[in-house]
Structure formats: structure tokens, C-alpha cells
């Protein structure tokens, strides 16, 4: 499935216009990144939670070591509705 289907589809659903729906989504990322490092929030998608990547050591292409940069990321734990079992 594309990204317009996907709009297409959740307006259905919802019976609320395109436009809102893209707006929705469009703002979604702009507001988890605002959370504090550590917050999280639950939602039927799953859980979003904001957290804080230490730097570590990596190899470079030439096989030297450095030191990779940290990170602050939102990762999503799936909910249970996303979670699909492979069939048998």
C-alpha cells in the first residue's frame, strides 16, 4: 500500500476529508519530537517513547575505529493490533 492509498483508506474509515488526514499525519513526527527524552505515549499504534542513544564505537570503511555521534530517537513499540502473525 502507498501513502496516498493509505490517506485514502483512513478518510473512509473515518469520514473525515483527505486534507485533514494529511495534515494529521503530516503533524505527528513534528509533536514527538517535542517530547522530553524518557516521555512516552500510547496510542492504538503502540507506544512512542523518546529516547537517548549513547555514542559507541564503530569501524570505518578503512578499518580504523572511531567513535559514532549520540542520538536522541522516538522509536515505536508495535501494539498488539499491529503485531501479524505469519501464516502456518
Do not use: C
Request: net charge positive.
Amino acid at each position: 500500500m502507498d501513502y496516498n492509498t493509505l490517506i485514502k483508506r483512513v478518510a473512509e474509515e473515518s469520514g473525515k476529508p483527505e486534507s485533514d488526514i494529511r495534515d494529521i499525519l503530516g503533524a505527528v513526527p513534528e509533536v514527538l519530537t517535542e517530547m522530553a527524552v524518557g516521555d512516552s505515549v500510547q496510542t492504538p499504534l503502540g507506544t512512542f517513547t523518546k529516547k537517548e542513544r549513547k555514542p559507541k564505537k564503530v569501524r570505518t570503511i578503512q578499518g580504523d575505529w572511531t567513535n559514532s555521534r549520540g542520538k536522541v530517537i522516538v522509536t515505536l513499540r508495535p501494539g498488539k493490533r499491529l503485531i501479524v502473525e505469519a501464516p502456518p
